[in-house]
């Protein structure tokens, strides 16, 4: 038989872990977003250096370096904010949820004791 008292230990406590899960999402997010070594060092091959070296005309490949450059700073921007987004989207989800299971706990500790005996309405 399932009692009060373990309906609301399992609904403050999934809350409760939710909460949790929701907060550390915020911390996730800032490890995430730390710059490592390993993401910071481009990779170049020989053939391309040895072209740039060869190039005559310096016009063209500043426009193409240009081009390259603003290029990759939006892909590293829209990779950040969908990396954001998803966490944020987690966290709330998390809350959200940690939410209702609060509502449920609330409405139970409001519900009336089945075990005592309810007052007889006189007339």
């Known amino acids: 038989?399932?009692?009060?008292?373990?309906?609301?230990?399992?609904n403050f406590g999934i809350a409760l872990i939710l909460v949790v899960v929701?907060?550390?999402?915020?911390?996730?997010?800032?490890?995430?977003?730390?710059?490592?070594?390993?993401?910071?060092m481009p990779t170049f091959d020989a053939d391309s250096r040895q072209a740039v070296e060869q190039q005559?005309?310096?016009e063209p490949l500043r426009a193409r370096a240009l081009?390259?450059?603003?290029l990759a700073r939006e892909l590293k921007k829209a990779r950040s904010v969908d990396t954001t987004r998803l966490f944020y989207d987690a966290?709330?989800?998390?809350?959200?949820?940690?939410?209702?299971?609060?509502?449920?706990?609330?409405m139970l500790l409001v519900l009336p004791d089945p075990t005592k005996p309810s007052p007889s309405p006189t007339i």
């Open 91 to 106: 966290r709330t989800l998390a809350i959200m949820v940690a939410g209702l299971f609060a509502l449920a706990g609330v």
């Open 1 to 10: 038989m399932i009692t009060r008292r373990a309906l609301l230990i399992y």
């Open 22 to 40: 929701g907060f550390v999402s915020v911390y996730a997010v800032e490890a995430l977003q730390q710059p490592s070594r390993l993401t910071e």
């Open 67 to 70: 081009f390259y450059f603003d």
């Open 56 to 58: 005559k005309d310096i």
